[in-house]
Antibody, heavy 125, light 107 residues
């Protein structure tokens, strides 16, 4: 059974760096059939996919976060991570990691399955 | 960016009744649409992909239909465990986008 679990600090101060890790079990992050994604949901707002990474290290980011966001992958630990710099209150959200099927025709993610349970990160002093 | 609009925002249904949820795309997306169910404190669960293909383990009472810009998720006979929030998701391009969700509550 494939499982994803987010971990990291629940509270981050404004202007500091938010770092989360997603630990994957039941499948290798080097499997070429999948992409590894981060999705967030600010309180009362819709889900938004903020970026993804392929096992090769190829990434794609939401345009509005591109200058602050880095997604990386550690194949030795079967994990992938998110780093968001210079956070503000607008970055307060539940952050989910999810596995996406890789669409070989478009090069983009296909549907997401499974998802982690999510972790609420609050930006506050 | 393709905008996904779900309606209604809240749907009140009695157990055993049929629920019909709608999702509209701002432009044609072929059938690159998924539906997810989310319960409080949990991550979303995949129900439908390719607009109409049920994911593994999803009960047959869940069905998806539509193409182009208009899509529907139908729950044929609501069970107690089906009361949750449902999201549609477009995934054929970047950025991927989600609808705002429909909350299915007990009437």
């Amino acid at each position: 059974q494939v499982r994803l679990q987010e971990s990291g600090p629940r509270v981050v101060k404004p202007s500091e760096t938010l770092s989360l890790t997603c630990t994957v079990s039941g499948v290798s992050v080097t499997n070429t059939d999948y992409l590894w994604t981060w999705v967030r949901q600010p309180p009362g707002k819709a889900l938004e996919c903020i970026g993804y990474i392929y096992h090769s290290g190829t990434t794609n980011y939401d345009a509005s976060l591109k200058t602050r966001l880095t997604i990386s992958i550690d194949t030795s630990k079967n994990q992938f991570s998110l780093t968001l710099r210079s956070v503000t209150a607008a970055d307060t959200a539940v952050y989910y990691c999810a596995r996406a099927y890789y669409d070989f025709w478009t090069g983009y993610p296909d549907h997401f399955d499974p998802w982690g349970q999510g972790t609420l990160v609050t930006v506050s002093s | 960016e393709i905008v996904m609009t779900q309606s209604p925002a809240t749907l009140s249904v009695s157990p055993g009744e049929r629920a019909t949820l709608s999702c509209r795309a701002s432009q044609s997306i072929n059938k690159k649409l998924a539906w997810y169910q989310q319960k409080a404190g949990q991550g979303p669960r995949l129900l439908i992909y390719g607009a109409s293909t049920r994911a593994t383990g999803v009960p047959a009472r869940f069905s998806g239909s539509g193409s182009g810009t208009d899509f529907t998720l139908t729950i044929s006979s609501l069970q107690s465990e089906d009361f949750a929030v449902y999201y549609c998701h477009y995934y054929n391009d970047w950025p991927l986008t989600f609808g705002g969700g429909t909350k299915v509550e007990i009437k």
